[in-house]
């Protein structure tokens, strides 16, 4: 396993970019390195627990949904093209706010931030075990691609590991056009799951995406395919997906009887306004509005 970065020999420099310092410098991964720390790393880095995708031999790889403050103060933000999803995000409730689910999580970024070399190489190394072969990897079961070189780690991990298959819901729709989708290894796929600033740049003529209905019958409705049998549908069943929104009540009033992908067009369209009105610029990602 490669050794951590140090100043001496200068690791990837994409946790500078990835990182959201408020009015100071980044310090070196090895300044923010202690003797401890790989102590605090996860001893595994994929999770079955989710019974859902356990069923299907789905192991997953979570980060904390939209961003999260590491222990050094820096804060990540793990989901770059969160839209209107940010605002009924599944993984933002429930069991995902148990104080221990939500330190594993922590823990999982800290581990891909501080150290991506040993990161990448843990990753390659745990996969190497007999429970993988046969089985499926959904990355990211919270969180997003929330920087091209980790995006280009995990391009590396799925190489190396031929006999696993690898998918992955993505709003990180640039990145999937120049990079996921170019250098896609053949035993991984990807899905555009709609809700996020990005969402104008998807064409369905060409991409492969999914929506977040409010219940199973409207999946149908809309002439969209539900993956409810298995997430793998998701990349492997016909397009494009459908899954019906978490019944969690208050996420329900927001979103309504609209799809996230409605959702995020209506919020586009009232800033377009706004912009019009105003005369103003507005960034593309302001549309994270949680
Ligand atoms: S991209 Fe997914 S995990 Fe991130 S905020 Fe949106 S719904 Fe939550």
């Known amino acids: 396993m490669p050794k951590v970065a140090t100043t001496a020999t200068p690791g990837p420099d994409w946790y500078r970019r990835a990182a959201q310092v408020r009015g100071r410098a980044?310090?070196?991964?090895?300044?923010?390195a202690?003797?401890?720390?790989?102590?605090?790393?996860?001893?595994?880095?994929?999770?079955?627990?989710?019974?859902?995708?356990?069923?299907?031999?789905?192991?997953?790889?979570?980060?904390?949904?939209?961003a999260a403050r590491l222990p050094d103060g820096r804060t990540i933000r793990t989901?770059?093209?969160?839209?209107?999803?940010a605002q009924a995000c599944y993984a933002r409730s429930g069991s995902y706010t148990f104080p221990s689910?939500?330190?594993?999580?922590?823990?999982?970024?800290?581990?891909a931030v501080q150290d991506p070399d040993g990161w990448e190489q843990a990753m390659k190394d745990e996969l190497t075990a007999r429970r993988f072969d046969g089985a499926a990897v959904?990355?990211?079961?919270?969180?997003?691609?929330?920087?091209?070189?980790?995006?280009?780690?995990?391009?590396?991990i799925i190489r190396s590991a031929p006999n696993t298959r690898f998918y992955a819901y993505t709003k990180e729709v640039r990145l999937h056009d120049q990079l996921l989708q170019p250098e896609c290894p053949p035993n991984a796929a990807?899905?555009?799951?709609?809700?996020?600033t990005q969402d104008r740049r998807v064409d369905p003529r060409r991409h492969r995406i999914a929506d977040v209905f409010p219940d199973e019958e409207s999946i149908g409705e809309a002439g969209f395919h539900s993956q409810a049998e298995s997430d793998l549908l998701a990349v492997d069943?016909?397009?494009?997906?459908?899954?019906?929104?978490?019944?969690?009540p208050r996420f329900?009033?927001?979103?309504?009887?609209?799809?996230?992908?409605?959702?995020?067009?209506?919020?586009?369209?009232?800033?377009?306004?706004?912009?019009?009105?105003?005369?103003?610029r507005t960034p593309e990602r302001a549309g994270t509005s949680s």
């Open 190 to 196: 990807w899905v555009l799951s709609l809700g996020g």
């Open 26 to 32: 980044v310090p070196p991964p090895a300044a923010q």
């Open 79 to 85: 989901c770059p093209s969160a839209g209107v999803c």
């Open 138 to 156: 959904r990355i990211h079961d919270s969180g997003d691609f929330f920087s091209a070189d980790y995006a280009r780690s995990w391009l590396r």
């Open 34 to 66: 202690s003797p401890d720390q790989p102590a605090s790393r996860p001893r595994r880095l994929l999770s079955n627990s989710n019974r859902n995708l356990a069923r299907d031999r789905i192991w997953s790889w979570s980060i904390p949904a939209l």
């Open 237 to 248: 069943g016909p397009a494009p997906v459908g899954m019906a929104a978490n019944r969690i």
């Open 101 to 111: 689910v939500k330190n594993a999580h922590l823990r999982n970024l800290a581990f």
């Open 252 to 280: 329900q009033r927001r979103q309504g009887d609209r799809t996230f992908g409605q959702w995020q067009r209506e919020v586009d369209q009232q800033r377009r306004a706004r912009r019009a009105a105003t005369g103003s």
